[in-house]
């Protein structure tokens, strides 16, 4: 399996612009999880979804951020518009997600790099 | 979620074994204790995870002692490419949020 694919790997914009970062699972994993980390704040998961349905936004930082995940295959974070604060690595990472055991593994993917100047 | 206290950051040598010590005073019965590992420019990976006394797999030991206040992950005879961030993470069974603290960043050297 090829993992977590997310895309882009870097992206810079300008502030105000509309920000898509992408997520594929790996295959037949029911969770998926978005991160962001800074040297400030360090990994905060912003939201997860569980058989394509939020389970849990409360991470999302306001209401310029966005998530959806149309398919088992698919996901998107989405800011607009972008503030130079929102400068980080956002994480994908996917998960089993059967709920009936220890904390299950989470594979995290390589992230995209985001600056906004 | 059980609170977890690592050192910030610790160095070692190459081919010496490395300890680092987590503290979770208020774990709960249920909680599992997990460590992750996170590269420079890469995403966290799962290393080990365990209950109570010793889990040992290829690439690390965790040991918890008897009241499960605290965890060490050790890691056999480091070498360069061991330097990284590593994580405690405290959870109950079945839990599926991972909430990561600030970690030890760990350093090798030569």
């Known amino acids: 399996d090829a993992g977590v694919i997310q895309s882009p790997r870097h992206e810079v914009t300008e502030m105000g612009q509309e920000v898509t970062l992408r997520c594929k699972p790996i295959?037949?994993?029911?969770?998926l999880f978005w991160y962001r980390q800074t040297m400030m704040r360090g990994l905060e998961l912003l939201i997860y979804?569980?058989?394509?349905?939020?389970?849990?936004d409360s991470g999302m930082p306001e209401d310029r951020f966005s998530a959806k995940m149309p398919n088992a295959s698919f996901s998107t974070l989405k800011i607009q518009p972008s503030e130079p604060r929102d400068s980080a690595v956002y994480f994908c990472?996917?998960?089993?997600?059967?709920?009936?055991?220890?904390?299950?593994?989470?594979?995290f993917g390589p992230g995209t790099r985001l600056l906004v100047l | 979620l059980a609170k977890t206290t690592q050192p910030i950051s610790m160095d070692s040598y190459e081919g010496q074994e490395v300890n680092i010590t987590c503290s979770h005073n208020n774990i709960a019965t249920n909680d599992y204790i997990t460590w992750y590992q996170q590269f420079p420019s890469q995403g966290p990976r799962f290393i080990i995870q365990?209950?109570?006394t010793k889990v040992t797999n290829e690439v690390a030991s965790l040991f918890i002692p008897a009241d499960r206040k605290s965890s060490t992950l050790s890691l056999p005879r480091v070498s360069l490419s061991d330097t990284a961030v590593y994580y405690c993470l405290v959870g109950p069974f079945g839990n599926e949020k991972l909430t990561f603290g600030t970690g030890t960043r760990l350093t090798i050297i030569p």
């Open positions: 365990g209950y109570k």
């Open positions: 295959s037949g994993h029911n969770s």
């Open positions: 979804f569980n058989n394509n349905v939020p389970i849990d």
């Open positions: 990472a996917s998960s089993l997600g059967v709920g009936r055991g220890p904390q299950e593994t989470q594979y």
